[in-house]
């Protein structure tokens, strides 16, 4: 486990970058042999990513509820998450395909994702008595004084310049 920061931080990460929330809802519980392997599907592809820092991932964060599993993901761009997502050699094609193949639209397991392209500067964040978390993980953590002690003067740092 991550040792905990004791102080405010903030995180700040250079340039453009993609916020993207991927996730599963078991919609029929009981059909474990239906769900399962879309469950299992997501620790390979992030295996695989953590493995390659080229491909264009960041960090990684997979949160576990019932009925959803998702994970919040940083990439380095939107291009790098696409063709990730379009390789043939990767483990997401595959996985993609045998959904499609196996469960379709047959309302028995749920997929979904949404993509968000952050503009540098154009976010704002603090973190207190945590570990390295979300963009914190991804990026670089800053004492949070000065230009970064609140949410206004974090945003207003970045848009002015500062």
Aim: with cysteine.
């Amino acid at each position: 486990m991550a040792d905990i920061i004791a102080k405010r931080m903030c995180a700040e990460l250079d340039g453009d970058f993609v916020v993207f929330l991927i996730g599963m809802r078991i919609n029929k519980p009981w059909k474990a042999w239906r769900w399962v392997p879309v469950a299992r599907a997501m620790p390979r592809m992030l295996t695989e990513l953590t493995k390659q820092p080229d491909l264009g991932l960041l960090h990684a964060r997979t949160h576990f509820g019932f009925p959803v599993i998702m994970v919040v993901q940083y990439w380095r761009s939107f291009d790098a998450l696409e063709a990730y997502a379009r390789n043939r050699d990767a483990a997401h094609l595959p996985a993609w395909q045998a959904f499609n193949r196996a469960i379709g639209e047959n309302g028995e397991v749920g997929i979904w994702h949404e993509t968000y392209v952050i503009k540098a500067g154009q976010y704002e964040n603090v973190y207190n008595n945590m570990p390295p978390f979300g963009l914190g993980a991804a990026g670089t953590l800053k004492d949070a004084v000065g230009a970064r002690q609140s949410a206004r003067r974090r945003i207003d740092r970045v848009v002015e310049g500062v």
